[in-house]
């Protein structure tokens, strides 16, 4: 697995937009795939998603098999341990 710690300057451009710009947490296989998601938001919601919970009203886990190299993610790769503690930390919270 690899991790990913992506800052996103764009909002949701929903009606959840008003919770601002995000910075994404992901862990990925060799595949590409995505097997786990955090996405924290600048008013403090977060979202989390993995196998037991691929998606609720607000959103999903990735569907999509990420191009690392491709989709710019590498200068953003972390390691297991602060991926895990962002993880340990947040629990899902929608204002």
Do not use: C
């Not at 924290?40 to 999509?64: C, I, M, Q, W």
């Amino acid at each position: 697995m690899r991790y990913f710690k992506r800052p996103w300057d764009e909002s949701r451009g929903d009606e959840y937009d008003h919770w601002g710009t995000s910075v994404w947490y992901l862990e990925v296989d060799a595949e590409g795939g995505v097997s786990r998601q955090l996405t924290v938001f600048e008013n403090g919601s977060v979202l989390k998603y993995d196998e037991a919970r691929p998606e609720d009203r607000y959103g999903g886990l990735a569907h999509t098999t990420l191009d690392l190299e491709e989709d710019g993610f590498l200068p953003f790769e972390i390691d297991r341990a602060e991926f895990e503690s962002a993880w340990q930390r947040k629990r899902t919270i929608v204002p």
